[in-house]
């Protein structure tokens, strides 16, 4: 099915990714940001046009305006202690407008739904990096997130930089999102931080069981979809959403059952 030096890298990058989206995706979840990631990834798309517009990488264009855009939700946060979501919603408006206006025709197509084409080796490099930086981030602060969530004023007790806290959140989400926009696209993309986090919470009684969970179901859906997308000859994206959004309608079947 993986027979060519492209298509095996872009399965491996594609299933780093999605262990990093379904670790960071439980938090995002757990902070009730569930409606908040796909709005979110819209914030690249004015990135993207930019870099087409100057001949330069859409991946490193996208990294940029999230980067720039998760800065921004946080300082607006932090001064007008407007909730993450609403703050998301507003500026996911600007950037789509903005990011429509610049980017046109099949660009545009590639932008929304996303486009594997060939990995250059810098784009394996900074993808393999970016995830595992992703884990590390998640793993390591991980019991600040939960005590900011519970409680911030126990998180200020315990020594949490609570700010701080937040805008390393903020950052490590945006650039998971980055980072898969190359397999699903600014409208897709939101679907794998979300939906096996979902799934996760249903079954999960720990918050090791949560990741478990969360990052078995994530690269099972992104390995499915990336060989049924070779075989058909199709993108990737759409067929990662489907297959997660059945396991995720299974699992309602299955809570049922038991």
Not at 154 to 162: D, E, F, I, M, W
Not at 169 to 192: E, N
Request: proline share 3%.
């Amino acid at each position: 099915m993986f027979t060519t030096a492209s298509e095996l890298a872009n399965l491996a990058l594609s299933t780093a990714i999605a262990l990093a989206a379904g670790m960071i995706g439980c938090f995002a979840v757990m902070r009730r940001m569930a409606l908040a990631a796909d709005p979110m990834s819209h914030i690249a798309l004015p990135g993207i046009g930019v870099a087409l517009i100057l001949g330069g990488s859409p991946l490193l264009g996208a990294l940029i305006m999230l980067v720039a855009g998760a800065v921004l939700i946080w300082a607006v946060e932090r001064r007008t202690r407007i909730a993450t979501e609403a703050v998301i919603g507003v500026t996911f408006s600007v950037a789509l407008a903005v990011g429509s206006m610049i980017t046109s025709g099949e660009e545009l197509i590639d932008a929304l739904f996303g486009r594997a084409g060939a990995l250059q080796p810098w784009e394996f490099i900074l993808g393999l990096a970016g995830s595992i930086a992703v884990v590390v981030f998640t793993l390591r602060y991980r019991n600040a997130l939960i005590v900011s969530l519970v409680s911030p004023e126990l998180a200020l007790t315990s020594k949490v930089q609570v700010a701080r806290t937040d805008l390393y959140f903020l950052l490590a989400f945006a650039l998971t999102i980055g980072l898969g926009l190359r397999y699903l696209g600014v409208l897709l993309m939101g679907a794998l931080l979300i939906i096996p986090a979902v799934i996760a919470r249903r079954f999960a009684s720990s918050l090791n069981g949560m990741f478990s969970i969360s990052v078995a179901t994530a690269i099972l859906s992104t390995v499915s979809g990336t060989g049924a997308a070779a075989v058909t000859g199709r993108q990737s994206g759409p067929f990662i959403v489907m297959i997660s959004g059945g396991l995720f309608f299974l699992s309602l079947l299955w809570r049922r059952r038991t």
